[in-house]
């Protein structure tokens, strides 16, 4: 059985997001692929997602309800296969806390190498249409992922 982690910063927008689109992705493919998300802050921990963030998801076909904030732990680096960050300062807050231990965590984009931009941005004080970029770039990163796990 895989798991999976996806991690941003404040696990309300980027994070959860990757969560509710790649599991619906996967679960017909890989059913028992766990599935998880965190952020390497801890201000929202208990929180569901960010509104916007929801909302654009089901516009999308996706649901991120029952999906709530938290922290990455250090037992996450031994509990999950993959952890995958959102951008560059997220890989390197996970890699300051794993200290060498477990799971190396790498960047989620590098799993769409279609696209050149190797960071998902964090659409939380853009427009709604960054939402929906958000979303289209987890697609292709999650459909890349799935390659890899099937491999």
């Known amino acids: 059985m895989k798991k999976v982690l996806f991690v941003c910063l404040g696990n309300i927008c980027r994070s959860p997001t990757a969560d509710a689109v790649f599991t619906k992705r ?4 890989i059913p028992n692929i766990i599935v998880d998300s965190a952020g390497t802050a801890n ?6 997602p ?3 963030a929801s909302a654009t ?5 996706y649901d991120m309800s029952g999906l709530y904030a938290r922290a990455v732990i250090r037992d996450d680096f031994h509990d999950f296969d993959y952890i995958l960050a959102m951008d ?3 890989l390197s807050d996970l890699e300051t806390l794993r200290d060498g231990q477990g ?8 799993f769409a190498p279609a ?6 941005p964090d659409p939380y004080y853009g427009g709604e249409d960054g939402f929906v970029k958000v979303i289209k770039m ?7 992922l799935i390659d890899k796990i099937l491999a």
């Not at 201000?43 to 569901?48: K, L, S």
């Not at 799971?103 to 590098?110: G, S």
């Open 43 to 48: 201000w929202h921990i208990g929180n569901p």
């Open 88 to 90: 560059r300062q997220n």
């Open 26 to 29: 996967v679960s017909k493919l």
């Open 103 to 110: 799971t190396k965590p790498q960047l989620f984009m590098d």
């Open 50 to 52: 960010d509104a916007r």
């Open 138 to 144: 987890i697609e292709q990163a999650s459909d890349g």
């Open 115 to 120: 696209i050149a931009m190797r960071e998902i």
């Open 57 to 61: 998801a089901e516009e999308q076909g």
